[in-house]
């Protein structure tokens, strides 16, 4: 029975393998994929952060912050309508207390 159930996963491996090797040569990806690096600040960016770091030492500096991760909205009147709203924007830089960011 053990040698049944070995030829029958070999046989599907087998089967599933060059399967699964076609359809990544189909898809394109063996190639060196179109990305490239990008700075994620701008250079009027890159100067402010760096004032920040220097004018704020005793908090921490954000940089490409989501909106929904630092505000949150009420429960209630159009809870997901006011979401939505902030939910795609970003903050360049923020600040924020160590011992806010940190406190257990």
């Not at 393998?17 to 076609?22: D, I």
């Not at 402010?48 to 912050?65: G, S």
């Amino acid at each position: 029975m053990k040698w049944l159930i070995a030829v029958i996963v070999v046989a599907v491996l087998g089967l599933l393998v060059p399967a699964a090797l076609r359809r990544t040569k189909q898809s394109g990806t063996e190639g060196a994929w179109p990305f490239f690096a990008k700075k994620p600040l701008s250079q009027p960016e890159q100067v402010l952060y760096f004032r920040l770091l220097h004018a704020l030492p005793e908090h921490i500096v954000l940089a490409q912050v989501q909106l929904s991760r630092i505000l949150g909205v009420k429960k209630g009147d159009n809870y997901q309508s006011w979401l939505n709203r902030i939910n795609q924007l970003s903050a360049t830089l923020s600040s924020a207390p160590r011992t806010l960011l940190f406190s257990p």
